[in-house]
C-alpha cells in the first residue's frame, strides 16, 4: 500500500522546496540509471535540504506534523534510517518527535540477525523505516525484511519522494504487509517544476513521455522493463 502522509497542499509544497533547492534534475539526452534499474530523465537529490538551514527546517517541520499522527496512530517507537540516504532526515525526524534513532546498514557487519542494524531496538520494537526516495518499492520491502529478522514489527515505511507511477509496486507493498507514506510525490515534482517554469519544450516533452509510460521509457533508454 502506498500513502500521502501529508495534505496534497503540504505535499506540494514539499515539492516546490525541492525544486527551488535545483534538487530535481532533468536531462534529455544520457539518461540516470537508477540503482534499482531503471532508466529516467529525473534524478532528485533530497541530500541538498541539508544544507539549506530555513528550507530543511520548512520540510522537517511539515513532515514531523503528519509523522507525529502516524507514529501516534501506528505505536511506532523507533525510526530507522537507511544508510546512507536516510540517516540525516531519519536523525532529524527522530530528535523531533523524542524517539530513538538507528539505522540499517547497506552490507552487513557481522553476523546474526541484527548484523546491518546500528543501534539499540526497544523493547517490544515498532519501527518506521526512512530513506530519501523510492522507485519501485523493492529497496524498501527488502529493508523491512531485514529488520523483521530482528524480532521488530514495521509496517511503514517513509520517504521524502515515492515516484508513485512504477507498476506492481501497490501488489509489492501489499504482500509483504508494508504501507509506504510519503511527503511529496513525482506528480508533486512535476507540478512544480511547470509551476516555477523550469521547463524547456524538449524537458517537457521528455518527462510527459517519462509520466505516461516509465516503463517503456526505461526499456528505450537502457533501463529495466516491469
Known sequence: MQASLLSPSRSARV???LVALGAVRITTTQPFIYTSGWASPVYVDTRLLM??????GEVLDIVAEG?????????????VGAESSGIAVAAWLAERLALPLLYLRKRPMGWGNAARLEGRLPDAASLLYMDDVTTDGRSKVAAAQSLRGTGARIADSLVLVDYAIYPQSHELFAAHSLTLHAASSWADLHEALRGAGKLDAEQAATLAAFSADPVQWSIEHGGVGA
Open 51 to 56: 544544507s539549506d538551514v530555513a528550507l530543511r
Open 15 to 17: 515539492a516546490e522546496v
Open 67 to 79: 509523522l507525529a499522527r502516524l507514529v501516534s496512530a501506528q505505536g511506532i517507537n523507533a525510526i
